[in-house]
């Protein structure tokens, strides 16, 4: 006899398949955001989701991969938006001060995560070495984005863009990990806040042009 997903349409599985992993995933940041990460475990997760054990295993191979997904989420949120710079033609700047309001969104709504993520990051070895990875691409993103902003001349061009893009990546860093502090409201005001100071040491440099009246 055939299971039931042997017979639904490729589309349908799919949705399905998403469905369940999206289930699994809420599930956990809500349970690790009120017991902890340390004391939720995978039979929690998938009792919260109302989906079998099993179940996890096929979308998650543990639970610190949950945290990596919440990473690749925000990931892809920066991939489009950074495509979207691109084919907009948006200057670099505008868009990097927009980006506080887009990468803030699920912090926001789930401030204990990144405390969590942070927490991991430092202290899992499991999760540290692919959060790297992952970190990595992020900076190649900026890397690019500065990159471009200097051959635009809207972003100074003495400095290196991977220098500039590692200076980028540890102010929004830092800026999380003393909002996680308070975990309030504050967050996407200090990311405005700590771009605006950013950028008085972003901003073009002009050399001025020698005094021809000057022997």
Known sequence: MQSVDSTLSPNRRERQSFERRERLFRAAMELFARKGFAETTVEDITNAADLGKGTFFNYFPSKEHILLAFGEMQLAKLKA????????????????????????????????????????????????????????????????????????????????????????????????????????STLLSRMEDSFEVLWSGLAPRFTPAPDSAVP
Not at 95 to 105: E, P, V
Not at 111 to 133: K, Y
């Open 81 to 184: 938006a950074f495509e979207e710079m691109r084919n907009a033609n948006v200057p670099v700047p505008v868009f990097m001060r927009s980006l506080g309001a887009r990468m803030t969104q699920e912090p926001m709504r789930n401030p204990a995560i990144i405390r969590i993520l942070l927490q991991a990051f430092l202290t899992d070895s499991s999760v540290r070495e692919p959060m790297l990875n992952l970190q990595n691409r992020v900076i190649a993103i900026h890397t690019e984005m500065i990159r471009i902003g200097q051959s635009r001349g809207e972003i100074r061009n003495d400095l290196p863009p991977e220098v500039i893009a590692h200076v980028f990546r540890q102010t929004i860093f830092g800026t999380l990990l003393i909002w996680t502090l308070h975990a309030d």
